[in-house]
């Protein structure tokens, strides 16, 4: 399985920007469909967004459509979510995760198997 580690949160004002970053390691990174989730106090873990293999294809929650972007760099084992215009509901703990099989954008997280340990976001109002 792989290792990952996010960086990047942080507190910030509402309409502001975040980027995480999530390093990976232990296996061909390349091979690994990335995907962010979230997670807020009282409340269920959420997909937030993925990228396959290649970089090609994206797929978001529609809550953060036009407002994120997810990126990866395979030659730097890294993959990205930009986070602009930042509202107080996106305070949440942001986890990395890659998902093994053989769907190419899938938005479970009972799909994904391994996760990193958490960035905490927090936007103020």
């Known amino acids: 399985q792989v290792q990952l580690v996010e960086s990047g949160g942080g507190l910030v004002q509402a309409g502001g920007s975040l980027r995480l970053s999530c390093a990976a390691s232990?296996?061909?990174?390349?091979?690994?469909?990335m995907g962010w989730f979230r997670q807020a106090p009282g409340k269920e873990r959420e997909f937030v967004a993925a990228?396959?293999?290649?970089?090609?294809?994206?797929a978001y929650v529609d809550s953060v459509k036009g407002r994120f972007t997810i990126s990866r760099d395979n030659a730097k084992n890294t993959v990205y979510l930009q986070m602009n215009s930042l509202k107080p509901e996106d305070t949440a703990v942001y986890y990395c995760?890659?998902?093994?099989?053989?769907?190419?954008?899938?938005?479970?997280?009972?799909?994904?198997?391994?996760w990193g340990q958490g960035t905490q976001v927090t936007v103020s109002s």
């Open positions: 995760a890659a998902y093994y099989g053989s769907r190419s954008l899938p938005t479970r997280s009972t799909d994904f198997g391994s």
């Open positions: 232990g296996r061909t990174f390349s091979s690994d469909v």
């Open positions: 990228i396959r293999r290649s970089g090609g294809r994206t």
